[in-house]
């Protein structure tokens, strides 16, 4: 393991994987810290991994008690004088030999069986000396049929997603940094009392506004609209408590400075607070990615046309009455959740080091 006491560089990934406490070997507080790391590791990543391997699965794979780990399809083999291939069973004789049959049907406790290389002789078998043969395979077809099954709609609805995250997010940060230099850098009367009170709407459930804003929504003409969706979420109580910690924390010099060159407050605000305020502006940018992109419930009241359905919306249309494709189900889940995986993959660092910088002056 490397030692922490060693000159601070570069640390490649498996040193960093590798840190610990003691100098000479390891210390408990070493092991007791992978452990809990690796404990969070498998709570956190056991269901994403399960998912994504289950809509491999074939939808008679997925009602199998006990469920299985792997993707596993029953062999089959084609039977002269028979239109359809016939699964394959093991099948234990009187004599402990074991061969393999083709079932033709199953009746109660009992299944009709015929030999492959003998069509014609058809063996009555119990139920329970048979054991399915089963191989590993991959339903790809899965994701194929999530293309065919909704009929060519689900660009439409990706589009949908991708252009309420993207200008919902863009305009979140541009109201959320102007409210934030307003609280931060401008010393009026009633300050406290605003801050305070857009921390207080924290409190309130989304729930209870939703019937407010739907009527709101309605009244502008916006029901159905994928603006109706974006407008009422685009300024946060938390982004704006975020870049207001974090402008804290620039100079009020370097504002000083800007008015002493006749610089306007648009001009200080665009050029020099922005810019300024990178890291927690990213921060807000990927809290606000991660909230459009998996919002359910305003989506719902609000798109009533399904051309303007979300990627959300679009998966519980497929739970009806009269049943649950599952593999669609998880198909559609495992595409929908790869965007966001793969943004916070690249962009974790910035939550980390944004937030920890902001409040420190």
Avoid: C
Wanted: charged share 15%; net charge neutral.
């Amino acid at each position: 393991m490397t030692d922490l006491s060693a000159p601070k560089s570069a640390l490649s990934i498996r040193e960093f994987a590798t840190l610990r406490r003691g100098r000479k070997k390891s210390d408990w507080t070493d092991w007791l810290t992978y452990l809990y790391l690796f404990l969070g590791l498998v709570v956190m990543f056991t269901p994403v991994l399960w998912v994504a391997i289950s809509s491999f699965k074939t939808p008679a794979n997925l009602t199998e008690f006990p469920p299985t780990i792997l993707p596993y399809a029953a062999q089959t083999v084609t039977v002269e004088g028979y239109d359809e291939p016939l699964p394959l069973f093991e099948v234990v004789g009187e004599d402990g030999e074991t061969r393999q049959l083709a079932q033709l049907r199953r009746v109660g406790i009992q299944a009709q069986m015929i030999d492959p290389a003998n069509p014609e002789e058809r063996i009555v078998v119990p139920v329970g000396d048979a054991t399915p043969v089963r191989q590993l395979y991959f339903a790809t077809e899965n994701y194929t049929n999530l293309l065919t099954s909704s009929g060519g709609q689900i660009w439409r609805y990706l589009f949908n997603s991708l252009f309420i995250t993207a200008v919902a997010t863009a305009i979140t940060l541009v109201m959320n940094s102007m409210a934030a230099f307003a609280l931060s850098k401008y010393r009026f009367r009633g300050s406290g009392i605003a801050l305070v009170s857009i921390l207080a709407t924290l409190m309130i459930p989304a729930t209870v506004v939703l019937v407010p804003t739907y009527m709101i929504v309605a009244q502008l003409g916006l029901v159905g609209n994928l603006w109706g969706v974006i407008l009422p979420t685009v300024a946060t109580p938390t982004g704006v408590f975020l870049l207001r910690q974090y402008m804290l924390t620039i100079p009020d010099e370097l504002i000083e400075a800007a008015r002493m060159d006749h610089a306007s407050e648009w001009r200080i605000f665009w050029r020099i607070i922005l810019p300024l305020s990178s890291p927690a502006l990213a921060v807000v940018a990927i809290f606000s990615i991660l909230s459009r992109w998996n919002d359910f419930l305003l989506p719902l009241v609000v798109l009533t046309r399904r051309e303007s359905y979300t990627l959300q919306l679009a998966l519980a249309s497929f739970q009806t009455e009269y049943g649950v494709r599952y593999e669609i189900l998880l198909a559609m889940t495992t595409l929908t959740a790869l965007p966001l995986a793969f943004a916070f993959i690249f962009l974790q660092r910035y939550i980390t080091s944004g937030i920890a910088s902001t409040g420190i002056k």
